[in-house]
């Protein structure tokens, strides 16, 4: 068993929000096949900004800006392996400089479907062939990343958005290679019961939740109409802390890059209560979601803080 990076935290833990939607709200174009780690080479400052912005707000973990960052990706801009490397690197320490010793650092690994920036991510259709064909290449692709975001030294991996059972089963034997690094697993969910690929997501859980390095399981970016009925499922099928960040709702349109709608009219804080309630406790929010939102969940999670 690793070392649990909340064990200083006496109850629930608060995460930040979407960087992505809190880098564009500042002015940043992510219309680049790269989205948010564009700006690892680009405007790093920025990012810094971003991550210390949402401590301000009271966010107890900041998630680093690697979740679209990839060797085969960066190697787009003409960047090689070294130097990706070092760029992979360099968002655990834009993370660690935003966060200024207040917060946590969750090194990111998005799902393959996120690299591809076409919104596979969101159904979990790689069109990589039928599991035995596609689970090598899925390892073989996260894996080097993941030991080189490891290597960075964060306080641990937020393995976010996986949309797929095939996916996660990669993920987990990368997992069993970096033992001394403790990681949460979270899943995009298409309802209140399965993955984006259809696999229920008490499936998910049971395939995860036990795993010697994995600190908490659970769902993100998913609509909060169901993310409450998932920290659920989580909670009845294990001791393993549950983690919930959802977006802000709606539907992703994939050409524009963007999500349209909003199923959060009230703010973040209302459905972080109900979250704990259900079982949960890593909370915080990811595409839509903003400062002002972990403010309020904050204030509602922690009112007398």
Known sequence: MVADPFAAFADVVVLDGGLAT??????????????????????????????RAYVDAGADVVIGASYQASFEGLAHRG?????????????????????????????????????????????????????????????????????????AGPDLLAIETIPSIVEAEALVQILGTLADTPAWV??????????????????????????????????????????????????????TPVVVYPNR????????????????PEGLGPLALELRRAGARLIGGCCGTGPSDIRDARAALRPAA
């Open 79 to 151: 960047l090689d392996r070294a130097a990706a490397t070092t760029l992979l690197g360099r968002s655990v320490e834009l993370a660690r400089e935003g966060a200024e010793g207040r917060a946590l650092v969750a090194a990111s690994i998005g799902p393959y479907g996120a690299v591809r920036a076409d919104g596979a991510e969101y159904t979990g259709d790689y069109g990589l062939g039928d599991a035995d064909t596609a689970r090598p290449l899925l390892r073989d692709f996260h894996g080097p990343r993941a030991e080189a975001l490891a290597a």
């Open 22 to 51: 809190e880098l564009q709200a500042r002015g940043a174009d992510l219309s680049d096949e790269l989205w948010s780690a564009r700006l690892l080479l680009d405007d790093p400052a920025l990012i810094v900004d971003v991550h």
């Open 186 to 239: 979270s899943f995009s969910c298409r309802d209140g019961g399965t993955l984006n690929d259809g696999t229920p997501f008490e499936v998910a859980v049971d395939l995860v939740a036990d795993h010697p390095t994995v600190v908490a399981v659970g769902v993100n970016c998913t609509t909060p109409n169901v993310v409450a009925q998932l920290v659920r499922v989580a909670a009845e099928r294990s001791d």
């Open 249 to 264: 709702g709606g539907t992703w349109d994939a050409p524009a890059k963007r999500w349209v709608g909003d199923d959060l």
